[in-house]
């Protein structure tokens, strides 16, 4: 599976990846993974994002 890495790392004072909503262990992780587990990472990281953006705005134009 293709990595989620939009090359726009930043990570947050949790260190969550604010370009991919990953958070730094699942990046880390992710090459090792197994295809369940980076779609869970994948899950994970869709949730983190939607959170986001309803507490900061943002979301696709």
């Known amino acids: 599976m293709k990595s989620p890495c939009v090359r726009n790392c930043c990570l947050?004072?949790?260190?969550?990846?604010?370009g991919c909503f990953r958070s730094l262990e699942e990046i880390v992780?992710?090459?090792s993974a197994?295809?369940?587990?980076q779609q869970r990472i994948?899950?994970?990281?869709?949730?983190r994002r939607e959170e986001h953006?309803?507490?900061f705005g943002g979301g696709k134009p």
Request: aromatic share 4%.
């Open 42 to 47: 994948l899950a994970n990281a869709e949730r």
């Open 12 to 18: 947050d004072a949790d260190d969550i990846c604010l």
């Open 53 to 55: 953006d309803q507490r």
């Open 29 to 31: 992780r992710w090459a």
């Open 34 to 37: 197994t295809e369940n587990e």
